[in-house]
C-alpha cells in the first residue's frame, strides 16, 4: 500500500517546536491538564489521587459506557452502542475508510481539505475525484459539480465540516442537498466533524442526524482544546458500527485508561470548555479582521468562528520559502498553502492565546514589509 506523504503534518512535525508564536495550529488554546481538570472547581490533588488507583489494564475496549453516554448526547439520535473510541479523529477517519473503501471504488472528497479524506481512499485503490472548492466562491462548494461527478458506483462522500484549512462551513440546507445526491447512489457520506463552529447563531447538524448512511468522525482534538488525550470516536448507524468494530480490533483495542478518564470529564464540562473557546475565538477573530484590514498583502476570505483561515498572500517568492524564512527570522509559525496543494495561501489557525496571535501577527506584519521595498 503506497500512500503521498502528509504535507501539513510532516510540515508541523518538522518547524513546530521551533515557533515562538505558532498561529499555525488549529487546536483552539490547549489546556493544561491542570486547567481542565479544575474547569468544573474539582480538585486537581483529588482528580490525581483517583487516578492513583486506577488499574492500569485495557479498559474499556470501545470506551468507558459514560464516555459513549457523554459522545452520544452530542447527537439528536445516536445510541452509545453506536459510538468508537479511536485515537484521534485521525484514528476515527482512518478507521471509517479503511473499512468501507475498497479497490476500485469511486470516492468523492472536498478539497482542499484534511488530506486523510482522500489520500487514504487513493491509497486504498479508490478512485477518488476532488470537488474542488475555490476561493472566488468563498471557498464555498458548488451542487451542481457535485452532481456532475457523482457515478453509480460511488462509494463515499468525504467532506471535513467545518474545514481545515479554509473555515468553510457546510449549513443545514447544503448538507440537506448533498445527502439527496449521495442517498440516489446509496452513497456513504463521511464528515470530520472536529471544527465545530462556536458561533451560536450557525447552527449545522451532524451528518448522523441527517442520513442513515452519514458517519460523523471527531474528537477532543480542536473545539475541546485537548489533543493530548488522544481521544475520538466514531458515530454511525448500527450496521457500519458493527464493521467498524471488526476493522477496529485490528487497528487500536483501546485509547488507555487515563486518557478515557480525561475525555469524559471534559465532555461532561463541554459547556464551559466551549464558552472559553467561544471567548477565545471570538476575540480572536476581531483581532485578525482588523490586522487583515490594515495589512496590504493580506486577503482573506473570513471564517465563521471556525479555529482556521486560510489568509492569501501578495508575495513575489515561493509560500514555503516565505514560511521558513518567517520563521526562522521572527519565530512566527503558519503552515504554507501548497502543503494543501493551493500555493499564495498560508494556514492561520486564530485560535491561539490571544497574546500569542497579536504578536505573531504584528511580526508577520514587520516581516512583510521587506516586500514593499
Ligand atoms: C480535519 C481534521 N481532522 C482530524 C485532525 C486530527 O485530529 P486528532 O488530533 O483528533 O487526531 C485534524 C488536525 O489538524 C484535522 O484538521
Known amino acids: 500500500m503506497k500512500i503521498a506523504n502528509f504535507g501539513v503534518e510532516e510540515w508541523l512535525n518538522v518547524w513546530e517546536n521551533d515557533a515562538i508564536y505558532d498561529i499555525a495550529g488549529s487546536s483552539i488554546a490547549s489546556f493544561t491538564l491542570e486547567e481542565i481538570i479544575g474547569i468544573d472547581g474539582t480538585d486537581p490533588k483529588e ?10 489494564n485495557y479498559g474499556w475496549i470501545e470506551g468507558s459506557p459514560e464516555f459513549k453516554q457523554e459522545v452520544s448526547k452530542l447527537y439528536k439520535n445516536m445510541p452509545p452502542e453506536n459510538i468508537l473510541q479511536t485515537n484521534g479523529a485521525t484514528g476515527a477517519n482512518l478507521l471509517a475508510i479503511y473499512s468501507l473503501v475498497e479497490p476500485g471504488d469511486h470516492v468523492i472528497a472536498m478539497h482542499p481539505s484534511y488530506q486523510q479524506l482522500f489520500d487514504i481512499p487513493r491509497s486504498l485503490g479508490a478512485e477518488v475525484t476532488l470537488w474542488e472548492i475555490y476561493e472566488e466562491n468563498d471557498w464555498m462548494p458548488d451542487i451542481a459539480e457535485l452532481k456532475s461527478i457523482i457515478r453509480p458506483n460511488t462509494k463515499m462522500i468525504c467532506l471535513n465540516n467545518a474545514n481545515n484549512p479554509t473555515g468553510t462551513v457546510l449549513d443545514d440546507t447544503m ?11 446509496g452513497a456513504y457520506i463521511l464528515v470530520d466533524e472536529v471544527y465545530k463552529p462556536l458561533d451560536p447563531t450557525v447552527h449545522v447538524s451532524s451528518i448522523v442526524d ?12 480542536k473545539t475541546f482544546s485537548v489533543p493530548g488525550v488522544r481521544v ?15 476493522y477496529r480490533d485490528y487497528t487500536m483495542i483501546c485509547a488507555g485508561v487515563i486518557d478515557d478518564y480525561i475525555a469524559v470529564h471534559t465532555l461532561k464540562n463541554k459547556e464551559a470548555v466551549l464558552k472559553r473557546n467561544r471567548e477565545i475565538v471570538f476575540e480572536n477573530l476581531a483581532i485578525v479582521k482588523e490586522w487583515v484590514e490594515n495589512e496590504p498583502r493580506v486577503s482573506l476570505v473570513f471564517p465563521k ?15 514555503e520559502e516565505f514560511c521558513i524564512d518567517l520563521l526562522k527570522t521572527k519565530g512566527v509559525l503558519l503552515v504554507p498553502g501548497n502543503r494543501f496543494d493551493i500555493p499564495k495561501h498560508a494556514r492561520l489557525g486564530y485560535c491561539a492565546h490571544t497574546e500569542t496571535l497579536k504578536k505573531g501577527l504584528a511580526e508577520l506584519s514587520a516581516y512583510l514589509r521587506k516586500f514593499d521595498e
Open 47 to 56: 482528580f490525581y489521587e483517583k487516578m492513583l488507583n486506577f488499574k492500569m
Open 232 to 246: 475520538g470516536w466514531t458515530a454511525s448507524n448500527r450496521e457500519v458500527a458493527d464493521l467498524f468494530r471488526k
Open 210 to 221: 441527517l442520513y442513515d448512511k452519514g458517519i460523523a468522525t471527531n474528537s477532543l482534538s
Open 305 to 319: 468562528a471556525v479555529s482556521t483561515s486560510f489568509i492569501k498572500l501578495d508575495i513575489p517568492i515561493d509560500v
Open 175 to 185: 448538507l440537506k442537498e448533498i445527502v439527496a445526491i449521495a442517498s440516489e447512489v
